[in-house]
């Protein structure tokens, strides 16, 4: 099926998380409640992609598609390995971030995130995005709040500095 099926189905999915008949929060008080870190609790993949593809209150921005992201998971989880480190060159808002650190959650892996955080030259969405905020904080944040941030660095330079940093790893 195609992915825009497979969103439309869990957009329409009664278990979505603004759903205040479910003891979540309306997109009103999701705008007036300050996340903690962690605050939004899952335990399992699918449910970690529910949680990034249909939840408004994360902005993880749409450049990863949920193909990418299951195709992504597959691969991390084929190749990992206990104490297993992945190096991921840009990150942007941090959707396959997130996917990669959730294939590592609950062992001693670890995700190397390498990005700018300044966008693409040239592409006019994200130039206007760090016009209107930092997108290293909200990186940051939307792991912070699924609980991943403990298997994450950061680390801000070009991908060809990158590239010569980690050329032996």
């Not at 409640?33 to 921005?61: A, M, N």
């Not at 297993?84 to 971030?97: C, T, V, Y």
Request: charged share 25%; glycine share 8%.
């Amino acid at each position: 099926r195609r992915t825009a099926d497979r969103m439309e189905e869990a957009e329409k999915a009664p278990e979505t998380l603004d759903n205040p008949a479910l003891g979540g929060a309306t997109p009103e008080q999701s705008a007036n409640t300050p996340t903690q870190t962690g605050s939004i609790e899952w335990s399992s993949f699918h449910e970690l992609l529910r949680i990034v593809y249909c939840d408004r209150k994360l902005d993880t921005g749409n450049e990863f598609s949920l193909d990418d992201a299951v195709a992504l998971h597959t691969l991390g989880s084929e190749a990992f390995r206990e104490g297993a480190r992945f190096l991921e060159i840009g990150s942007w808002k941090g959707r396959s971030s997130i996917v990669l650190a959730g294939t590592l959650s609950g062992s001693n892996g670890a995700l190397i995130c390498v990005d700018t955080w300044q966008g693409s030259s040239g592409v006019v969405h994200h130039e206007q995005e760090v016009r209107k905020r930092d997108v290293l904080e909200l990186f940051q944040h939307n792991l912070s709040v699924l609980g991943l941030n403990d298997r994450v660095t950061t680390k801000v330079s070009t991908s060809a500095q990158a590239a010569q940093e980690f050329q032996d790893e």
